[in-house]
T-cell receptor, first 112, second 113 residues
Framework: QKEVEQDPGPLSVPEGAIVSLNCTYS??????FMWYRQYSRKGPELLMY????GNKEDGRFTAQVDKSSKYISLFIRDSQPSDSATYLC????????????FGQGTRLTINP | EAGVTQFPSHSVIEKGQTVTLRCDPI?????LYWYRRVMGKEIKFLLH????????ESGMPNNRFLAERTGGTYSTLKVQPAELEDSGVYFC???????????FGPGTRLLVL
């Protein structure tokens, strides 16, 4: 069983829609949760970073962590064609420098 | 501030050959990580340097892979001899000491024929 499960999609939605992306995980030691965005032929770029449970908002993006359910989400409001990319969840257990454990990534397309 | 750079961007080699990938981290970043993504799978950790020391090499697949970071600056990852299953995208990332955020390079796409 993978430590982090993420539906690879693809997911296609119309411009302006609210997008919900999700990951589940099995390792209860994970404390730090990240969402990366990756455009084609580029490296992953950090979008959101959350410690432990709760919500974090940054512009059109909201990250949620529910540690009791081992479930994390990324919401994108007012989605734009420029949001079309692969979204990767990643997580790690302890503070400071440590390896990230990634989900498979969800390929998202926003249609104009 | 320049980002993480990787060279080459692409490499096509034959099975049994040797390939060396290079990563230049962001200046001042002590932590350097190598990750790999094989087709259809998630990005997986290979190893982690703190300056010139290997902090964690638990993800290295086998002894055909050798990573170095002489002087604590750039790093190389050598695959010798390459096998078909080594094909994939190799990412390098770096971070400051005790920083949560890892900054990724564009990756090196390796194809072993």
């Amino acid at each position: 069983q993978k430590e982090v499960e993420q539906d690879p999609g693809p997911l296609s939605v119309p411009e302006g829609a609210i997008v919900s992306l999700n990951c589940t995980y099995s390792n209860s030691a994970f404390q730090y949760f990240m969402w990366y965005r990756q455009y084609s032929r580029k490296g992953p770029e950090l979008l959101m970073y959350t410690y432990s449970s709760g919500n974090k908002e940054d512009g059109r993006f909201t990250a949620q962590v529910d540690k009791s359910s081992k479930y994390i989400s990324l919401f994108i409001r007012d989605s734009q064609p420029s949001d079309s990319a692969t979204y990767l969840c990643a997580m790690k257990g302890i503070q400071g420098a440590q390896k990230l454990v990634f989900g498979q990534g969800t390929r998202l397309t926003i249609n104009p | 501030e320049a980002g993480v750079t990787q060279f080459p961007s692409h490499s096509v080699i034959e099975k049994g050959q040797t390939v060396t990938l290079r990563c230049d981290p962001i200046s001042g970043h002590d932590n350097l990580y190598w990750y790999r993504r094989v087709m259809g799978k998630e990005i997986k950790f290979l190893l982690h340097f703190v300056k010139e020391s290997k902090q964690d090499e638990s993800g290295m697949p086998n002894n055909r892979f050798l990573a170095e970071r002489t002087g604590g600056t750039y790093s190389t990852l050598k695959v010798q001899p390459a096998e078909l299953e080594d094909s994939g995208v190799y990412f390098c990332a770096s971070s400051r000491q005790d920083q949560e955020t890892q900054y990724f390079g564009p990756g090196t796409r390796l194809l072993v024929l």
